[in-house]
């Protein structure tokens, strides 16, 4: 699915994959992978737009959607 489609999801569940700030870890890159219903209040919870959003993601900020899966 196009991003430019994420949209038109809402209600649908999606599966992401969030390429993260790997600064300060052992690790290269950093994988978020998470599911939801409502991906659009759900990514601005991951960058930090709304309340919520998982610990990860508030210690190693969202740098790029990777892919988003119906």
Excluded: N
Aim: proline share 4%; aromatic share 8%; charged share 20%.
């Amino acid at each position: 699915m196009p991003l430019s489609d994420v949209h038109h999801c809402k209600g649908t569940h999606v599966v992401y994959v969030l390429r993260c700030d790997a600064t300060g870890t052992a690790f290269e890159e950093l994988r978020y992978v998470g599911k939801t219903c409502d991906w659009e209040k759900r990514i601005l919870q991951h960058c930090g737009k709304a309340s919520g959003g998982a610990v990860f993601a508030k210690a190693h900020p969202p740098q790029a959607i990777e892919s988003v899966h119906v």
